[in-house]
């Protein structure tokens, strides 16, 4: 095989005026602009506003190429392109070779007729993808709706590209186009592997043993030119096969059953290893006469169902790994910037690595984005991250015609045979929020039956089709929120069925304590946002716009009530802050109690609910956002305090209905034996009480069975000795046996067997804080004798310092940890890794740099 790879520096020229500048291929029509200085950074201020007319022209993307003699002397030659956004023409010498009406869809012909030995033209016209969304919009027989945002594409839902690229509600309208991921031309000289496939499922029971093999049925599908006689050979994990057979011309399909003896199994993060083998596949002409083809793809080994059974409850919804049940813990992914040339393996690297950090072991790729590269993929089977898969639909109504659905059916069959190999992907989804879209619109609601109808013949009529066909061992899940398959609960309010997404403390604007008036079965979204930080806003607003109600500020605010809905929040459970700095602090700290508060409580009714998904992990742009994760990958709050609510040993305090609560949540597969220690404390640190009551379990130390949550101890806030307002819980759990065997180092704690966590008892607002004093020094780390480019700030407090945030505006790094308590007399130390990434030359920061630039916020020097 000669592979002739076409990315580099391609031509743009814009059809109506027949300009031209470079781009780069992989890479956007936008981000050349930019690049060639025409248009202002779409993200800064508002200029996104002055570029709504690049997705309404014509553009052509050319580039010439050298193709060797050598090349078009194979058999079979084909140019291959990903993926194209989207409605586009491609042409080889001026000869049109095929169309491309779907960004989700590979663009793979057969070219070696139009090509020559030497300099051939390769022209891809993307036409306006707004002018044909209106175009087909006037010939739909009756309206089929979709919800629009602020700055909006209209008729998004008739064009099959990312929708959010249309505007939603935490992004901007950037209706960009392009070529992604790769693009080459191709020869094969005798048989060519058009995709590789492994079905992986655990072999057999042997006289009720079970057993650790596993069969692998290989898919190949295959294409040649002419009848050959062909060998096929096959390698996985030791196991091997030969095959030889005549395939005949055009499309065939090859499947071979390979048994594996007792591989490593592959397991989620937190749970166990993530061991991958090559899957290697060979085809060549059986006489030796012309070349192999050969392919490869890691394969995990691991037995993974969804139970979504009917219970006592309702109907459960748990993610089972290799007979664990797996309490999901993460958040919706979605596309890693606005801009498709920044989608870039450093940045897929950064996201998905922050994720693991924060102990995430779930990532939902939401439906109004894109299927995502295979760099996405690849790394969340290394790391363990469990891929929630929706399928590329999302608040909107579809169109059901036989077109429609025939385009959707090869995008499908395309991602499906793309990306099922991977362990990492726990099941199929069909959609965001379509079947609940259905009574959004005057015009469902006026005709539901109409709508239904095309509900169905998409989701379960095609998509849902195809995914059992193709894929029959993952779970297909046809919506989210959903209750499964036939199913049509509302899993928007009702928590006990399915999926739910959980809206009512953002959207209604009820307090955080609403969150634990549910016990859902699996919450796949909820969420509340928060500002970014004072560096991130200093990135797209001018010094004299940085002020929560400024126009620039609202405009990077996609919800219409957002920063309504931040402060009016903020003043229910905090004083007003006395600058925007502190703004954007409490902003943060009180999106880490919404979550913390969210998580920890259905963490603690396992194994009732099993899986939490907040909204949302990641930006497309900078601005205010459900994110716990800036734009440029700088932790918020929220994150550093995921990091800890994840923890797979947590100690999680909360008052609920007068009565304080203490448990711990085992998440390992290990019993553990641990002790409780509780004080009561005014808010100068001085012990009030120890809350000495007998355990709930009735055993002291306490047990606590793996994979469970164990209440520990409760008391109605009647019976404490002062007031709610006047003091706060400290407690402390120690391990004092198992430790260590089924989860790692305490998170903000030096004591790898401890978990530590405060309650206040009420809204912070209502408690005398004391100044805390809070000091810190700064000092480089040494690393096996040698400086390391590392810092660390060594804190200390004179009274408690409750949500303790470091930043360091001017200096790319990330801290150890942040948002958290620091204890009255605590010394403290949290490191500081200085990110050479974003500015490579740059030295990294003295000791003495980052002390001139350190700032501490904590609750009480938040507000005057």
């Known amino acids: 095989m000669e592979r002739l790879e076409l990315g580099g520096i391609w031509t743009l020229t814009r059809v109506s005026d027949g300009s031209e500048r470079p781009m780069t291929v992989p890479g956007d029509l936008l981000s050349a602009l930019i690049a060639a200085g025409e248009v202002a950074d779409p993200l800064y201020g508002k200029n996104e506003l002055a570029l709504q007319w690049i997705g309404r022209e014509d553009w052509i993307v050319s580039h010439t190429v050298d193709v060797p003699a050598s090349l078009l002397a194979c058999q079979n030659v084909f140019i291959d392109f990903e993926s194209i956004d989207t409605m586009a023409d491609v042409r080889i010498n001026g000869q049109v070779v095929g169309q491309s009406g779907n960004m989700f869809r590979r663009f793979r012909v057969d070219a070696g007729s139009v090509l020559k030995p030497g300099a051939n033209t390769v022209a891809v016209t993307i036409r306006s993808p707004e002018r044909i969304a209106a175009e087909r919009a006037a010939n739909l027989p009756y309206p089929i709706p979709a919800s629009t945002y602020p700055v909006s594409s209209p008729h998004r839902n008739l064009v099959r590209k990312a929708q959010c690229m249309g505007g939603w509600d935490w992004g901007p309208c950037l209706m960009t186009g392009g070529i992604y991921d790769s693009a080459a031309i191709v020869g094969v000289d005798g048989p060519r592997i058009e995709y590789l496939r492994a079905n992986v499922n655990k072999a057999p029971e042997k006289k009720g043993t079970p057993s650790k093999d596993f069969l692998v049925e290989v898919t190949l599908e295959l294409h040649t030119g002419s009848d050959l006689d062909t060998v096929v050979e096959l390698e996985l994990a030791g196991a091997k096969s030969s095959r030889r057979l005549i395939v005949a011309a055009g499309e065939s399909i090859v499947r071979e059953t390979l048994r594996i003896a007792g591989p490593e199994l592959w397991w989620p993060a937190g749970y166990g290893s993530q061991p991958l083998y090559g899957l290697r596949a060979v085809v060549r002409p059986a006489s030796g006469i012309g070349q192999q083809h050969e392919m490869t793809k890691h394969i995990g080994f691991r037995d993974l ?55 995430m072991n779930c990532l939902r790729v939401w439906g109004g984005g894109r299927y995502e590269s295979d760099v996405f993929y690849d790394q969340c089977d290394e790391l363990g991250i469990l891929v929630w898969q929706d399928c590329m639909f999302s608040c909107a109504l579809y169109p059901s015609s036989g077109e429609f659905l025939s385009d959707v059916e090869a995008e499908i069959r395309h991602q499906i045979k793309r990306l099922a190999n991977h362990p990492a992907l726990a099941l199929w989804c069909g959609n965001n929020e379509a079947l609940g879209a259905i009574t959004w619109y005057d015009e469902s609601k006026n005709n539901p039956a109409r709508y239904i109808v095309d509900y169905d013949r998409l989701t379960e009529g095609t998509v849902g089709r195809i995914v059992r066909e193709l894929d029959p061992g993952r779970t297909w899940w046809p919506s989210s929120p959903s209750a499964g398959p036939d199913d049509f609960s509302d899993n928007w309010h009702a928590d006990n069925r399915g999926d739910m997404h959980f809206w009512s403390v953002w959207h209604e604007g009820k307090p955080f304590s609403e969150y634990m008036t549910i016990k859902p079965r699996f919450c796949s979204e909820f969420g509340f946002q928060s500002f970014p930080s004072y560096a991130t806003i200093a990135t797209f607003a001018p010094e004299g716009e940085r002020n929560v109600s400024s126009p620039i500020m609202e405009h990077h605010q996609r919800h219409p009530r957002g920063n309504t809905i931040i402060m009016e929040t903020m003043l229910r459970y905090f004083r007003m802050p006395k600058g925007f700095r502190e703004t954007l602090y409490l902003s943060q700290v009180q999106q880490a109690l919404a979550m913390k508060t969210a998580v920890e409580y259905w963490r603690c009714n396992r194994p009732r609910c099993m899986g939490a998904l907040y909204w949302q992990l990641n930006d497309v742009w900078p601005g205010a956002s459900w994110s716990s994760l800036e734009h440029d990958g700088t932790w918020k709050v929220l994150h550093h305090e995921a990091r800890r609510f994840f923890d797979p040993l947590l100690l999680s305090l909360f008052v609920k209905d007068g009565m304080a609560y203490a448990y711990a949540v085992n998440d390992g597969m290990q019993s553990l034996t641990a002790t409780l220690s509780l004080t009561l404390r005014r ?92 000091t810190a020094k700064v000092e480089a780390v040494d690393k096996n004798g040698a400086r390391s480019g590392d810092l660390a700030i060594r804190l200390k407090t004179n009274a408690p310092a409750f949500y303790v945030a470091l930043s360091a505006e001017g200096i790319a790094g990330r801290f150890s940890d942040s948002g958290f308590h620091l204890a009255a007399g605590e010394e403290r130390v949290i490191g500081f890794t200085p990110i050479a990434g974003r500015d490579k030359k740059a030295q990294a920061p003295s000791a003495a740099l980052l002390t001139s630039a350190l700032r501490i916020d904590d609750l009480r020097s938040s507000y005057d």
């Not at 919804?317 to 596309?335: D, E, H, L, S, Y």
């Open 305 to 359: 169902r969804i139970d979504a059974l009917e219970d006592k409850d309702g109907k459960s919804m748990t993610i089972v790994v290799n007979g664990t049940r797996i309490f999901a813990k993460g958040a919706n992914w979605i596309p890693a910037d606005a801009l498709p040339s920044r989608w870039t393996q450093e940045r897929y690297a950064d996201l998905l690595d922050s994720a693991a950090a924060a102990n």
């Open 683 to 774: 808010f100068d640190g001085s012990p009030v009480a120890t809350l000495s009551a007998p355990p709930a379990t009735g055993i002291s130390p306490s047990i606590l069975a793996p994979e469970s949550a164990t209440l520990l101890w409760s008391l109605p806030l009647a019976e404490l000795p002062v007031g709610a307002d006047q003091a706060f819980i400290d407690a402390r759990i120690i391990v004092t046996s198992g430790a260590g065997v089924t989860f790692g180092a305490g998170v903000g704690a030096g004591n790898p067997d401890e978990r530590r966590a405060v309650l206040f008892l009420t809204e912070p607002k209502a408690c005398t804080l004391v100044e805390a004093g809070i």
